[in-house]
């Protein structure tokens, strides 16, 4: 009989317990928390129009033989370099997806008490924050929970909502079908980067795919508060998705915030930090934020997916024979807990694995 094994991540990364902004949010405030505010963010440039120089790959089109394999394969290739980000479309989880959005969006309208059955416990899985590392910190204008997804031997079904009823179900397919999306992506990279398949396999035999909700109650002060502070991801790609129309994701690209105005049924795809040091810096992760709305709550769906636990993650050997490489090996439940265990700040913990040649 197989022996079922739970992802302990109570060693990875925990965070502190803060109030539940939703609630916070319902009560009409007529003052926000001070550890909210945060009257810099009104100095960031943001370039308004930005959002149609984002890269669109259509997937449909990364299949060997299709008339446009090679230019889509060469856009693919441009905006993993240029940008670290594309919007994706044409990728057969439609279904999957407005499922998962249903499911997602009832179970943050349950009352508070209900939602509180998920509550994280001694880790980071669950109902509750990220990345409050002390009591005096300023904190995000969000909610969220953390799911891990897979493998689903690692699944703690404790954290898994019951209510609504299509939750688990939405996101047992949800999870099944962006697995096979991250997968289809790794393989164009490989071929786009020059290297072998089975040179990232290795990384991701067992990917840990971890599935976090977020919420972003609507704020009387949305010029002053953040919904997410700015990062990048620790994994090797994010797959998101967003519930309803509001708009919220920011990406940086020259010193500059540029909005993103999701396509209809399309899966934003950033690259991450593993990637970026698995592509010796061929391709960049894309540092990005959320803010918020001062009328309507924004809701969005990212999809993490993480190299093996016990993996080491370094510059791929076919793409460090020429050039040096710039980041150190690093075992990724090493690289996990730094990241999972910093206040976010930019890219600050790729940063710390760089080579300085």
Excluded at 41 to 58: C, F
Excluded at 121 to 135: I, K, N, T
Excluded at 185 to 208: D, H, I, K, P
Aim: negative net charge; contains cysteine.
């Amino acid at each position: 009989m197989e022996t079922k094994v739970i992802i302990d991540i109570r060693d990875v990364g925990s965070s502190l317990p803060v109030a539940n902004v939703q609630e916070l949010a319902s009560k009409n405030l007529k003052e926000i928390p001070h550890r909210y505010i945060r009257p810099e963010i009104r100095a960031d440039e943001v370039l308004v129009n930005g959002s149609s120089q984002i890269p669109v790959i259509d997937m449909s089109k990364l299949v060997a033989g299709n008339t446009e394999y090679e230019t889509e394969m060469s856009n693919l290739h441009q905006a993993c370099k240029d940008w670290g980000f594309f919007q994706l479309i044409n990728h057969g989880a439609i279904t999957e997806i407005e499922n998962m959005k249903v499911a997602a969006d009832g179970f943050f309208k349950l009352p508070l008490e209900e939602k509180m059955v998920y509550a994280q416990q001694d880790g980071l899985e669950g109902y509750g924050h990220a990345f409050v590392m002390s009591e005096d910190q300023k904190l995000d204008w969000n909610d969220m929970i953390f799911i891990c997804s897979a493998p689903e031997s690692g699944r703690n079904m404790k954290f898994w909502p019951n209510n609504p009823t299509s939750f688990r179900p939405s996101l047992d397919e949800y999870s099944r079908q962006l697995h096979k999306i991250f997968i289809s992506l790794v393989q164009s990279m490989a071929t786009n980067l020059g290297v072998e398949f089975r040179e990232f396999v290795n990384m991701y035999l067992e990917c840990a795919q971890g599935i976090t909700m977020n919420y972003y109650p609507p704020c009387s002060l949305a010029d002053q508060v953040m919904g997410f502070t700015p990062h990048s991801d620790g994994s090797m790609l994010t797959l998101l998705v967003q519930v309803g129309e509001v708009e919220g994701l920011q990406i940086r690209n020259s010193g500059k915030w540029i909005p993103i105005k999701p396509l209809p049924g399309a899966i934003i795809v950033n690259i991450a930090d593993c990637m970026e040091i698995m592509s010796n810096g061929e391709y960049k992760s894309i540092e990005h934020r959320a803010v918020v709305n001062s009328e309507k709550e924004r809701i969005s769906i990212a999809g993490f997916h993480n190299p093996s636990r016990t993996a080491t993650i370094s510059p791929l050997p076919g793409l460090v024979k020429e050039t040096a490489a710039k980041y150190k090996a690093v075992k990724f439940e090493d690289y996990a807990k730094m990241f999972l265990n910093s206040r976010l700040n930019g890219k600050s913990t790729l940063d710390a694995v760089k080579i300085c040649n």
